[in-house]
């Protein structure tokens, strides 16, 4: 029997439904670099929503949650937060509960059925999923990179997605360069253009950091049965030198092989 873990490549909404195995639902600019974010800063628990109105409604029943999250990149009225990294890691979360939805991570998260496991994927706490990862060596790994609004492909998503894979296959991979190269894409400069200041400049920045955090954010239930993320610890995680990331300190990965859609041939 083949062991060997395979990564496939999947895109968007659709590529979220397909996907299978460990699943790793990826939104750089910015749902799931504000998670890590919202915990570091205290919060207990996150609830992925869909859609504001339900945020509203879980709101109006209870007075204490507090609610993060957009709308075409946009606050969402009557939310506490933005989908802004900056702003939450200046937030002081402490013990509480955290309501989130956007347009393109969550709906991933949610979307993601039929995988075993899902986790959250951005560069801020990539080591940590890469540790996880490669312990773990599931049959079956399933990067999607959610893109825009879960419809359009983006350059930030499918570098991370790059990334991952490369560290999972014990290389080295140099944050610098991608950081370089988003930041004149269009997905990165639209955070230093002054006609749209709901992507502000410093959420570039905390999106594009590696942090030492040891923990991935899986999804699961509370005590109540609500769908949440929480963190789930890693007890070795890939050492930072400045901004390379380095491998050299996990357990071995073993084979791991990148997989290519069996009916085009190209990569999912």
């Known amino acids: 029997m083949n062991t060997t873990p395979e990564i496939r490549v999947l895109h968007l909404l659709d590529g979220a439904v397909r996907a299978r195995g460990v699943a ?4 750089v600019f ?9 915990f570091m800063q205290g919060a207990a628990t996150l609830f992925p929503v869909g859609t504001p109105e339900e945020a509203l409604a879980m709101k109006a029943a209870d007075p204490a949650l507090l609610l993060a999250g957009e709308r075409d990149g946009r606050p969402l009225p009557g939310f506490d937060y933005s989908n802004s990294p ?36 951005s560069f801020v706490n990539a080591p940590a999923i890469i540790a996880w990862l490669r312990n773990r060596a599931p049959p079956r790994i399933s990067l999607v990179c959610m893109g825009w609004n879960g419809s359009e492909r983006t350059a930030e998503d499918e570098a991370c997605a790059e990334f991952l894979t490369a560290g999972l296959r014990g290389e080295a991979p140099d ?32 999106c594009l950091q590696l942090s030492a955090w040891p923990f991935v954010l899986r999804r699961g239930r509370d005590e ?16 930072i030198s400045g901004e390379r990331y380095s491998g050299e300190d996990l357990p071995a990965p073993g084979a791991l092989t990148g997989k290519r859609d069996e009916e085009t041939g190209k990569q999912e």
Not at 24 to 27: N, P, S
Not at 30 to 38: D, W
Not at 197 to 203: N, Y
Not at 231 to 239: G, H, Q, S, Y
């Open 24 to 27: 790793v639902i990826i939104d």
């Open 30 to 38: 910015r749902a799931f670099s504000l998670a890590p974010y919202a």
């Open 86 to 121: 900056a702003a939450m890691r200046r937030a002081d979360l402490a013990g509480r509960r955290l309501a989130l939805r956007t347009s393109a991570g969550i709906q991933g998260l949610l979307a993601a059925g039929q995988a075993e496991e899902v986790i959250t994927g």
């Open 175 to 206: 944050l610098e360069p991608i950081r370089r190269r988003l930041r004149a894409d269009p997905s990165g400069a639209k955070f230093f253009d002054p006609a749209r200041p709901w992507f502000p400049a410093e959420d570039f920045d905390a």
């Open 224 to 239: 109540k049965g609500r769908l949440c993320l929480a963190p789930v610890p890693v007890p070795e995680t890939a050492r």
